[in-house]
């Protein structure tokens, strides 16, 4: 979908439908020009109802507020309604509120997101592909915004939004499909693309970095696993930061195995990996003045003879020991090297990690929403302001020593799961705090994604399936940081 702007107002652009925004369930203004046939079909204008006027050419949705993210769902109904017609070329105006820069933003977002469908493996593609949008710089109310402003913002947005389709594409794959070895290609080929370094450890490689708690995970399975290392390099960097993602292609529970039931959707567990690798497309195309690491530690977690167990004692990349007790607390333990190798080779301002972690998250705080953690209460508190900012949910879950208690082991530094049913989310933190180094405490941050990353309904303008979580806030805090350090 290409998008172009133009200083003519709507009427006078040439398309094969428009998109009119209705505010606050009201239609009479005098630029509603559909007032009588709208209120006659009993129109609700409720947030992202859509009606289409076939002979007047015109797709009307809906947004309760001028605020970005209804302004960002409406848009993405609309399109999703215009898919099912054979138009090819939309038009459509501005929809600007308090902040203009972000409702421009929000509306190609909306556009682009809804936009999206993976029907790889349908045979019958089912929707007409839009092929051009084109945004006139005037807004509903005849306010009008400079050209080359609306085109910067506009192109911003595109490449957020088109970064975290292709997040979504990533996690959507079947497991066999998106093997460690190929998530690796997937790593070389977005290099190649976007010009940034690459560096792949294959099981040799991690077993000359000690990272053996990696590669008890990965030991049953049949697709070896691989460190990712992508690294976007401007000159005259403001910060150099360090992204960790958790890329278990599929998690099966290993020995400690999942039921039938919870086993299904498990490919989603390389959703911190592939957020990782949509930030570094992003970063990349939006040029921005830091330096950035993508990590990705990907493998599989399967059953069989060489299986690592319940009972084992692993000694991580740091030194330290970790008693398992239970194989499916499996990303904690790849994690653990990771930002161990983070730490080593990077030796970042910031270091922050992305992981479907725990199903204690999602019961925590819901399907939709971050679980932030961290030691640092500012550093929390600025990537949440960016998530909202964003239009993504967070919801900080605080450390406490009682906590940090229920992980210890009899017979090893560290077990690697709690010894209470409750407080999953932050015990499994608090395991991750055990691999930070002392001057690297404050500069962390861990993002739990195992609820938004991949909800099986669809929700608002996410669709069933894949929601790139993570991907928009972290560009967002990026922009935010840069603009603080000028
Ligand atoms: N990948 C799962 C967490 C998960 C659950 C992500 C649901 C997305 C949706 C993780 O590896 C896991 O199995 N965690 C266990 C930890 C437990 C054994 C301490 C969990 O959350 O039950
Ligand atoms: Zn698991
Ligand atoms: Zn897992």
New binding site residues.
């Given amino acids: 979908m290409q998008i172009e702007i133009t200083p003519k107002a709507p009427g006078e652009i040439e398309a094969d439908i428009e998109i009119i925004c209705l505010i606050d369930k009201k239609f009479d203004h005098d630029w509603v020009e559909d007032k009588e046939l709208l209120e006659l079909s009993g129109f609700k204008a409720e947030q992202d109802a859509t009606i289409f006027l076939p002979e007047k050419r015109r797709l009307y949705t809906a947004s309760d507020s001028l605020q970005h993210d209804d302004i960002r769902s409406a848009f993405a109904a609309a399109i999703r309604a215009i898919r099912k017609t054979p138009a090819k070329h939309v038009k459509t105006g501005l929809y600007l509120g308090k902040c203009p820069p972000q409702n421009i933003k929000a509306m190609v977002e909306g556009m682009v997101f809804g936009d999206y469908d993976f029907d790889l493996y349908k045979t019958e593609k089912a929707k007409h592909p839009i092929k051009k949008v084109t945004i006139s710089t005037i807004d509903f109310n005849a306010k009008r915004v400079e050209i080359e402003k609306v085109k910067k913002y506009v192109e911003t947005a595109n490449i957020v939004a088109t970064a975290t389709n292709y997040t979504k594409n990533l996690v959507n794959t079947p497991p066999d499909d998106m093997t460690p070895e190929i998530l690796a290609l997937k790593g070389v080929s977005l290099a190649e693309e976007n010009g940034l370094e690459c560096t792949i450890l294959d099981e040799k490689g991690l077993e000359g970095e000690n990272m053996n708690a990696f590669l008890a995970v990965s030991r049953a399975s049949q697709h070896p696993p691989r460190l990712i290392h992508l690294a976007y390099k401007p000159q005259n960097p403001k910060f150099k930061i360090a992204l960790v993602g958790k890329g ?1 292609t599929y ?1 099966s ?1 290993g020995l ?1 195995l ?1 039921p039938a039931e ?1 086993m299904v ?2 490919k ?2 390389k959703a911190g990996a592939c957020a990782v690798f949509g930030i570094m497309k992003a970063v990349s195309e939006l040029k921005l003045p830091i330096e950035v690491h993508g990590i990705v530690g990907a493998t599989e977690n399967m059953i069989g003879s060489n299986a690592y167990k319940p009972d084992d004692v692993l000694r991580a990349k740091n030194g330290k020991t970790i008693e398992i007790r ?1 194989t ?4 904690r333990l790849v994690l653990a090297d990771s930002l161990c190798y983070a730490q080593e080779k990077v030796a970042p301002d910031y270091l922050i990690d992305f992981a ?5 998250c ?1 019961v925590a705080l819901g399907e939709y929403t971050i679980g932030i953690m961290g030691h640092n209460r500012a550093l929390k508190h600025s990537i949440s302001k960016a998530a909202a900012h964003a239009g993504e949910l967070t919801g900080t879950l605080k450390f406490n020593r009682y906590l940090k208690k229920l992980i210890k082991s009899e017979i090893a530094d560290v077990c690697n ?2 010894s209470s049913r409750y407080g ?1 989310a932050i015990t ?1 933190a608090l395991f991750l705090d055990h691999f930070i180094q002392e001057e690297y405490k404050q500069k962390w941050l861990h993002l739990d994604i ?1 609820g938004p990353a ?1 909800v099986e309904k669809a929700w608002g303008y996410n669709p069933a399936g894949a929601s790139g979580a993570g991907v928009r806030m972290t560009i967002k805090w990026f922009e935010q940081i840069i603009k603080k350090e000028k």
């Fill in positions: 278990l998690d529970g400690s999942k919870f959707t498990m989603s567990d239970n499916d607390a499996e990303g479907t972690l725990t199903g204690a999602v799961i709690s999953g499994a195992a991949y």
